[in-house]
């Protein structure tokens, strides 16, 4: 299992150095030491308190830290939980992404069928104001009738 020096796993976790600082102290997060007297957190030492911390190490990276700690096998068997762990919280990133998008399209229906309304509506008004607006009467018949039928009131 990978090791990072505290700084690293600060930032592997997204929190400040100080913080994991605090954590040691208080015994809620142990570490081992290296030879030089610095600190070594375990990656799963840090998943248990940090669930969302990111300890999936680059290839090369990864590929360095087995040659210089542990054979492969046993790196890949202690990897593999971590990444189905990871695996199954970006499916539920994705689950919730997609629940999310299509309420968003849900929403988008809605609005379409409340802007379609409200144009009915304002289509219907503007006849009524226009009805309201002009002369409603058919023309008068006196244009048809001629000079004498306009004379004599026919």
Same mark, same amino acid.
């Given at each position: 299992?990978p090791? $990072?020096t505290?700084?690293?796993?600060?930032?592997?976790?997204? %929190?400040?150095?100080?913080?994991?600082?605090?954590?040691? &102290?208080?015994?809620? =997060?142990?570490?081992?030491?290296?030879?030089?007297?610095?600190?070594? =957190?375990?990656?799963?030492?840090?998943?248990?308190?940090?669930?969302?911390?990111? %300890? %999936?190490? /680059?290839?090369?990276e990864?590929?360095?830290?087995?040659?210089?700690?542990?054979?492969?096998?046993?790196?890949?068997?202690?990897?593999? /939980?971590?990444?189905?762990?990871?695996?199954?919280?970006?499916?539920?990133?994705?689950?919730?992404?997609?629940?999310?998008?299509?309420? %968003?399209?849900?929403?988008?229906?809605?609005? =379409?069928?409340?802007?379609?309304? @409200?144009?009915?509506?304002?289509?219907?008004?503007?006849?009524?104001?226009?009805?309201?607006?002009?002369? &409603? @009467? /058919? /023309?008068?018949?006196?244009?048809? @009738?001629?000079?004498?039928?306009?004379? $004599?009131?026919?």
């Open positions: 299992m090791q $990072f505290v700084a690293e796993a600060a930032r592997r976790a997204g %929190v400040e150095r100080t913080t994991l600082y605090r954590k040691l &102290q208080k015994g809620e =997060i142990s570490a081992s030491q290296d030879v030089a007297g610095g600190k070594l =957190i375990d990656a799963s030492e840090l998943l248990r308190v940090y669930a969302e911390a990111d %300890v %999936v190490t /680059p290839y090369g990864l590929a360095a830290l087995q040659e210089s700690s542990e054979p492969q096998s046993a790196t890949e068997a202690d990897e593999a /939980p971590l990444l189905r762990q990871r695996l199954a919280m970006h499916e539920r990133q994705v689950a919730d992404l997609e629940r999310r998008l299509e309420q %968003v399209r849900h929403d988008k229906d809605d609005v =379409i069928d409340d802007l379609r309304r @409200r144009l009915d509506d304002e289509s219907a008004e503007r006849r009524r104001l226009t009805a309201v607006l002009t002369d &409603q @009467r /058919p /023309p008068a018949a006196t244009a048809s @009738r001629g000079f004498f039928g306009r004379l $004599f009131g026919r």
